[in-house]
């Protein structure tokens, strides 16, 4: 017996065994990303929450020294007699905070993955003429979308006969400078970035990166210039990882469900390119 589950907009049919694992991990997701905008919500209250405080001790002091003067009433009665105004406040200022604070935040992410698709773009051509200078035709594309694609790519690399690899050290220079600049152009739009809480991380990560690119156009062995070349790969894929980590914190829950709709929609999911670079397995 097979039904219908959703899953990144698309209908999938499935049996009920992997259909109740799928609908597990989304409401896990689910869970996890309410968690995520209560905090969110909490904080942007916070910073609003004093100037309502303010506010309501001077309507309260007002109000207060206004019934006592004019109809002599206790300072209790007083207080519950504008309870319903005070509650408003609240009500209104943590409603405020709340649209403002996923407003801006959803206007921040859709910046950092349009800085994230670019930058990755970018990087993927540099790495892949960098490789031509040792003679290595990368054959595949988005070799920095997982872990798993990043191995395919040391693996090219590393099948390549070096006593055959001629280095051609025209175009060492410009496109190591390249690099140099894509990742300084990434800190400085990150830091334009409300969201971005890694910052130290990734300026700590261009910094060993930048050594690398030195060390590649220094050394003479070639033997040594692949090896410098895959550690490249590496701190380029990390720092790559962090600028899209926001999105990505769910990846291996995606997976799983991606892999449970793969046994029951094999051609469906071969469709989706993207599907299919997050269910390789090197």
Do not use: P
Not at 223 to 246: A, H
Not at 250 to 257: G, L, T
């Amino acid at each position: 017996m097979k039904f219908q589950v959703t899953y990144k907009r698309q209908k999938y049919d499935i049996d009920i065994k992997d259909g109740s694992f799928v609908l597990w991990k989304k409401m896990l997701l689910f869970l996890r990303r309410i968690k995520r905008f209560s905090i969110r919500a909490w904080k942007a209250f916070y910073k609003e929450a004093s100037i309502a405080c303010i506010f309501i001790i001077f309507y309260i002091v007002v109000v207060i020294i206004t019934e006592i003067n004019i109809m002599d009433k206790d300072i209790l009665d007083i207080l519950w007699s504008i309870k319903q105004e005070i509650f408003t406040v609240f009500v209104l200022v943590f409603a405020e905070a709340i649209i403002n604070s996923e407003r801006n935040w959803k206007r921040e992410i859709k910046k950092l993955y349009c800085i994230y698709v670019d930058f990755r773009q970018e990087l993927e051509n540099d790495i892949v003429e960098l490789c031509k200078t040792l003679n290595i035709n990368i054959k595949n594309q988005d070799f920095f979308y997982t872990i798993e694609t990043l191995k395919r790519l040391q693996d090219e690399i590393d099948d390549v006969n070096i006593e055959k690899v001629k280095y051609k050290k025209e175009n060492v220079k410009y496109i190591t400078e390249r690099l140099k600049d894509a990742r300084m152009n990434l800190v400085k739009e990150l830091e334009k970035i409300d969201c971005i809480d890694n910052e130290e991380y990734i300026i700590h990560n261009i910094s060993n990166n930048t050594y690398d690119l030195i060390e590649f156009e220094r050394e003479i062995d070639i033997g040594k210039k692949i090896y410098i070349l895959k550690e490249i790969c590496w701190n380029t894929f990390f720092l790559i990882c962090e600028s899209r980590s926001i999105w990505r914190r769910e990846i291996n829950i995606d997976r799983e469900i991606i892999e449970k709709l793969y046994k029951h929609n094999k051609e469906k999911i071969e469709e989706d390119y993207y599907f299919m670079l997050l269910r390789y397995k090197n």
